[in-house]
Structures are given as C-alpha cells and as structure tokens.
C-alpha cells in the first residue's frame, strides 16, 4: 500500500486483526434483507473482518455468507476473522456460555475470532425483548462487568473464542477492569469520528496496549430514523465543509477522506460493503488535514446511548 498503512492489527495477545471491517448494524433493514448478499459481496471484494453481534440479528446471515464462500473456495475458516458480542441479557453467569453457544450455532462456527462484551451494564432478560423496559425505563441488573470479565475469560480458555475485548467502555471503567483482569481485554469498540474524537480514550487505550475499534466512522447517516439524535446527531459529517475542503485538496471523495482519519488510530467498521482498501490506502492526510478535521470534534454521538 502506497502510504505503508498496515493491513492488519497486532493484537496485544499475538492475534492479528483486520484494519478494514465489515459491520452489520442495521444491515438487514438497510438492503431491503439483503444482508447475506451483501456480506458475500464485501468477501469478494477482499474483506475478511466481520462485525456481527446477537442484537444486531445478522449472525445467521454471517454465517450462511461465511459457509458460501467457504465451499466455493474464495476462503479458508483461518482466513476470516469474526467479531461477535455477549449481549447484555446473558450477563448472569450461567448465561455467558449460553450467549456463545448461540452465536456459534448461528454462524455456524467452531470458534470466534474476537468476543467482546457488547456494553458495561447488565439488562434484565424479560422474555424476547432485547431491550426490555417497563414504564419506559430500561430494565437494567446489578450483575458487575468486572464479573462478567471473568466470564469471558473462562470462555477464552476452552478455545471457542481467541481474543477477548469490551465495546463501549470508557476510561474508568478500564481501569476498573485492568485492576482485575487475568487476561487483559485486546480490543476496544467505540464510535469514533471527526465529530467524536475521543482523544484521551485513545491515549489511554494505547498506553494499555488496548486496540480501539471505530463504529460509525461517518457519523452513521444510514441508522434508523428512531435512533436519530436530533441536532446534534453526527449524520452530516461526510457533507461538512472541512471534510470537503480536504477532499478536494486531494482529489478524493469525503468518504475516502474520513477512513484514513478512523484509521490512524483504530480499525474501521464500515456499515454498508464497498471496494474501498485500495482507495482508502493510495494516499495520505497529513498533519495539517488531521489537525482540521480534529479541530470538528463537538462530542456529538450517532450511539444511542452514554458512556
């Protein structure tokens, strides 16, 4: 690659991870169900990073677009690496293994690359709501994530999962876990874009030798209108002028400028599949382009949640 961009990511427990990554957020309503064919597509377009996760509801569509490429020989099992997530319901822990067991059925998987626990606090497990309220307040559980950890680290141990990580952690709450942990989380998944810097998140996942995973790296102008922010909801980025001026100075789109910012400090989930590695590797921003679009950072989430 032109700018001596890595294409993978060494994790601190030796395992590699992809720089590049197909996320499935919102996947199936955005292609219409569409989602396998899509995933099959970002395969032959050269991704081997898949995002998935129980609340997203795309395993069975990763699983079914893993196993087709599989046996047309576009791949190999070691080839792929599979993110999944313990969704906060299964937080119990007779639970944790019950979550797992469930993701790899879906996927149709012996093992996951990558398992992380999918956010900090516990929700009740209130029939089949994934998102159980009552009077409109989410039902959450007093089960600690640093128990939880525990957990995740027994899983690890029985081979069905190689790299264990968080998403949606904060500062503190890593420090928490760190104070504890026998095995140290690998990976960090949090938004992070122009408008979300997160700049002291960053330094302090490095100085862990913790790596940083972004999602909506543009501002996820494509999530559902219910989980829309209001004005100060990110979905614009990729039409702010800074973001464009950039663009043009290198004759490139602002959805090929943003990436090279994602991926400066972190590895990238992109929402919809597109060919772009070549396009995003065939240039570079330099300090001045990194300082501007550091300079938008205004703290806006497109997550429909706090840290």
């Avoid at 677009?65 to 119990?92: H, N, P, T």
């Avoid at 960053?202 to 909506?216: E, G, P, R, V």
């Avoid at 800074?242 to 400028?257: L, N």
């Avoid at 992109?270 to 300079?295: P, T, W, Y």
């Amino acid at each position: 690659m032109s700018n001596g961009q890595p294409k993978n990511i060494k994790l601190r427990d030796g395992s590699f991870m992809p720089l590049l990554g197909q996320g499935t957020f919102n996947l199936k309503v955005a292609t219409s169900g569409r989602s396998q064919e899509i995933l099959e597509e970002a395969i032959d377009a050269g991704y081997r990073h898949l995002d998935t996760a129980i609340v997203y509801q795309t395993e069975v569509d990763v699983g079914k677009a893993v196993r087709s490429k599989l046996q047309q020989g576009v791949i190999k099992r070691e080839d792929m690496f599979i993110v999944s997530k313990l969704w906060c319901r299964y937080f119990a822990p007779e639970a944790i293994p019950v979550c797992l067991d469930k993701s790899l059925s879906d996927l149709q998987l012996d093992y996951i690359d990558l398992y992380l626990v999918h956010f900090p606090v516990g929700l009740q497990d209130v029939g089949d709501d994934l998102f159980p309220k009552k009077d409109g307040k989410t039902l959450t559980t007093d089960f600690d994530y640093v128990d939880v950890w525990k957990g995740m680290e027994a899983l690890k141990a029985t081979g069905k999962v190689k790299s264990i990580g968080v998403s949606n952690f904060s500062i503190p709450q890593l420090e928490r876990l760190l104070s504890v942990a026998k095995v140290p989380p690998v990976v960090n998944q949090v938004e992070l874009h122009p408008y979300l810097v997160q700049s002291d998140l960053i330094k302090y996942c490095k100085s862990k030798n913790i790596a940083l995973t972004a999602f909506f790296p543009f501002g996820s102008p494509d999530k559902p209108k219910e989980l829309h922010a209001g004005e100060t909801d990110p979905e614009k980025l990729l039409e702010d002028p800074v973001v464009g001026k950039i663009a043009a100075k290198h004759k490139r789109t602002p959805a090929q400028v943003i990436p090279l910012f994602s991926t400066n400090n972190a590895a990238m989930l992109f929402c919809m599949s597109s060919n772009v590695e070549s396009q995003v590797f065939d240039f570079s921003l330099d300090e001045e382009d990194m300082r501007a679009l550091k300079s938008l950072n205004r703290g806006w989430r497109g997550a429909p949640f706090e840290e």
